[in-house]
């Protein structure tokens, strides 16, 4: 990163798709946070120039509004660059798979794999604009035209709502298995909250400016601020509220409770093993390959 960063354009200057100065940027940044190294974190932040919140959060989610003003850094999909390689194209080359099965692994009138928990349905505050636009209830409209409504959800768990977020159900009945609405890998409401986290964490750092950032996000969202003069512990407790809301399923949430050291708790009655699951295990192919690790480097647990 710290090489790219002044080798690579700014956004609005590089071609949509192509990594730029501040997506190094921010990635560098959120390194420096898990690092616990908050003012270097911060020196990256606030670096970004060009990027603020969309005025409407459900802009980053659409094939329609993709790179737009919140965009840092995308995943590209496109259904009319061919997926005729989808199921046979692990580094062999032969086919283009341009495509995400997203759609259809989060759409209740699909193939539903991936369905919001009740956990995550509680979190969100009456008034909240996020979860209409993050979800899908019983009597919502969808489809062509809003033509359609929503009358149960199958019973494979997902028995209370379906997602919203990054499905073509705003304008179709159904997925077309794949779907070219690009991933958001970094978006400007994330760096907010992790410039939060920063000021909140670093030595000497002003719990009123964390609460800035954090009422920022929460403007867009139709929220009152939160109140200065809150504490330390209070900040922590509304940065783990207001991230597993703004950011509910784009594959944050994982990484956030390791970093905070509460997934045991969050994900007591699962499979998450303390220990072991807080680290991926080294590919057994890349302890082969190098000559200066060996099965002992290994992670612990695997």
């Known amino acids: 990163m710290q090489e790219a960063i002044p080798t690579l354009k700014l956004k609005g200057e ?22 616990e190294q908050y003012d270097d974190a911060l020196t990256q932040f606030n670096a970004l120039n060009g990027y603020k919140l969309e005025d409407n ?5 659409m094939e329609e509004t993709e790179h737009g003003d919140e965009s840092i850094f995308e995943i590209e999909y496109n ?18 798979n341009e495509a995400t099965f997203r759609g259809q692994e989060y759409g209740f009138n699909d193939w539903f794999n991936v369905f919001p928990s009740d956990d995550l349905l509680e979190e969100y505050e009456i008034g909240d604009i996020r979860f209409e636009q993050s979800f899908y209830v019983n009597g919502d409209t969808f489809g062509p035209d809003g033509s359609l409504t929503v009358d149960a959800f199958p019973s494979n768990g997902g028995g209370n709502a379906g997602w919203a977020k990054y499905n073509n159900y705003y304008k ?22 992790m410039m939060a986290e920063c000021e909140s964490m670093r030595a000497g750092g ?16 139709t929220l009152d601020p939160l109140p200065t003069g809150l504490s330390k512990a ?32 969050e994900l007591a009655n699962t499979q998450f093993q303390a220990g072991k699951h807080e680290l991926l295990p080294i590919p057994q192919p890349e302890i082969d390959a190098n000559v200066n690790i060996s099965a002992a480097d290994q992670n612990a647990g695997y």
């Not at 990594?19 to 190094?24: E, I, P, R, V, Y």
């Not at 298995?177 to 907010?192: C, E, H, M, P, W």
């Not at 922590?236 to 708790?265: M, P, Y």
Request: glycine residues 8%; aromatic residues 12%; charged residues 25%.
């Open 172 to 193: 179709d009945a159904n997925e077309d298995q794949t779907s070219g609405i690009n991933f958001k890998y970094l978006r400007y409401a994330d760096v907010l909250l």
């Open 234 to 265: 209070e900040v922590f407790d509304a940065l783990v509220h207001e991230r597993k809301v703004e950011l509910a399923g784009e594959q944050t949430r994982f990484n956030d409770i390791i970093r905070w050291g509460i997934a045991s708790t």
């Open 79 to 96: 259904d009319d660059f061919g997926t005729s390689a989808q199921w046979n194209s692990d580094r062999s080359g032969q086919g283009p």
């Open 57 to 61: 959060y459900f802009d980053n989610f």
């Open 206 to 221: 002003d719990q009123d400016v964390a609460i800035g950032y954090i009422n920022q996000v929460r403007e867009r969202a």
């Open 14 to 35: 590089e071609e949509n798709g192509r990594a730029t100065k501040g997506a190094a940027q921010a990635l560098l940044g959120k390194v420096y946070l898990f690092l």
